[in-house]
C-alpha cells in the first residue's frame, strides 16, 4: 500500500510552467509505477502521463506530449510533472496515482489502486 501526497500547484499564466510533485510513503515506492491524470470542472479525469517504475519509460497523452515531462526519483519516493508552454485548457485538479506493474491500459484510471488528493492547477490566458 501507498500514500500519495501532490503539491506544486497554482496559478500560472499561458505559456508559463509549473513542477508538479507527488510523494509517496513507504519504502514500496519504486515497485509502483506512477500516473498523472488531471480532472477539469464538468468532465471526466484524463490520462496525462505515465513512467515505470525503474523510470526507464514514460508514457504522455497528446494533447501534453512535447510540453510536459514525467520523472521520478526513487531515493526520494517522488515522481514529478514538468508542465511547459502551459495553456488555459491544461486549467484542471491534477491527481498522481500508482500502480503495479504498469498496466497494459496506463491510460485508464481505474487500472490505478492508489490515488492523491490532487493539486489544482490554474492556467490564466
Known amino acids: 500500500q501507498v500514500q500519495l501526497v501532490e503539491s506544486g500547484g497554482g496559478l500560472v499564466q499561458a505559456g508559463g510552467s509549473l513542477r508538479l510533485s507527488c510523494v509517496g510513503s513507504g519504502r514500496t515506492f519504486s515497485r509502483y509505477a506512477m500516473g498523472w491524470f488531471r480532472q477539469a470542472q464538468g468532465k471526466e479525469r484524463e490520462f496525462v502521463g505515465a513512467i515505470t517504475q525503474s523510470g526507464g519509460r514514460t508514457y504522455y497523452a497528446d494533447s501534453v506530449k512535447g510540453r510536459f515531462t514525467i520523472s521520478r526519483d526513487n531515493a526520494k519516493n517522488t515522481v514529478y510533472l514538468q508542465m511547459n508552454i502551459m495553456k488555459p485548457e491544461d486549467t484542471a485538479v491534477y491527481y498522481c496515482?500508482?500502480?503495479?506493474?504498469?498496466?497494459?491500459?496506463?491510460?485508464?484510471?481505474?487500472?490505478?489502486?492508489?490515488w492523491g488528493q490532487g493539486t489544482q492547477v490554474t492556467v490564466s490566458s
Open positions: 496515482a500508482a500502480d503495479s506493474p504498469l498496466s497494459t491500459y496506463y491510460y485508464y484510471p481505474s487500472e490505478y489502486a492508489y
